[in-house]
């Protein structure tokens, strides 16, 4: 299993459920969650085309069929409905925890192999999940 392309096919996934949490939360926090989503998908849009590309920069193919990143996602797919600010922020947070912790299975096998881009990539994404993170800490208190 390519580890690169388990987390590319979570990117797709957690692209299309922010974007479902971003559609169709409620409540008196709207807006601000709703920024807040929006701000998570740009970041993994442009997270999803910078793995793609170092993968293929490895001469490597990244997965491009929505069939594939649904058969090697490790992330979960949720129905469409209203949701409540705490309910966005807690699958977030879920979701977030989970893309951290292959990130930085990622980045130590590339930094043992003497991979430095790809280490150095994941390590910036580590930086921003911890500060995402201390967000959703706060917001859920």
């Known amino acids: ?6 987390y590319l096919s979570n990117l797709a996934l957690w692209n299309v459920k922010l974007h479902n949490l971003h559609w169709n939360v409620t409540g008196r926090t709207f807006v601000q969650i709703h920024e807040f989503t929006e701000k ?4 993994v849009f ?6 793609a590309e170092i993968q ?3 001469n490597n193919m990244p997965l491009v069929k929505m069939s594939d990143y649904l058969q090697q996602a490790t992330l979960s797919e949720i129905e469409a409905k209203d949701f409540t600010p705490d309910e966005v922020l807690k699958i977030v947070d ?3 925890k989970t893309m951290a912790a292959l ?3 990622i980045r130590d096998e590339a930094a043992g192999k003497d991979d430095f881009a790809v280490a150095n990539m994941f390590e910036d994404y580590l930086a921003s999940y911890s500060k995402n993170l201390w967000f959703l800490r706060a917001m859920l208190k």
């Open 46 to 51: 442009e997270q999803f085309d910078a793995v």
């Open 94 to 96: 879920a979701d977030m």
């Open 56 to 58: 293929k920069m490895q």
């Open 40 to 43: 998570l998908y740009d970041e």
């Open 1 to 6: 299993m390519n580890k690169l392309n388990v």
């Open 103 to 105: 990130a930085k299975e």
